[in-house]
């Protein structure tokens, strides 16, 4: 599907999709009455927003695991915690 942006690429660029990914773009193109180039544009500059904020926190958690102020747990002491505190929610819940 040849995707253009005037503004960014003075020529096409061509991008390739699994048939049921493109059935989806053009689903969602059709029902928000948009291209499927915005709808592309969109979803990228969101995913890359995502992204940088991913990268941001996780750089922020290295930072305090290094500096000290946060100290690491292992997996199985985590795992632990989230499990307890998934019983405890449930047992209120009740």
Do not use: C
Request: charged share 30%; proline share 4%; hydrophobic share 35%.
């Amino acid at each position: 599907m040849p995707l253009a942006s005037s503004l960014l690429y003075p020529e096409a660029m061509e991008v390739h999709f699994a048939p049921d990914v493109e059935k989806k773009l053009n689903d969602l193109a059709a029902q928000s009455g948009r291209g499927t180039d915005e709808v592309l544009q969109d979803a990228l500059a969101g995913y890359f927003d995502e992204l940088v904020e991913t990268w941001d926190m996780l750089n922020s958690r290295y930072d305090d695991l290094k500096s000290g102020t946060v100290k690491p747990i292992d997996g199985e002491e985590a795992f632990a915690r989230l499990k307890a505190k998934t019983e405890a929610q449930r047992n209120r819940s009740e």
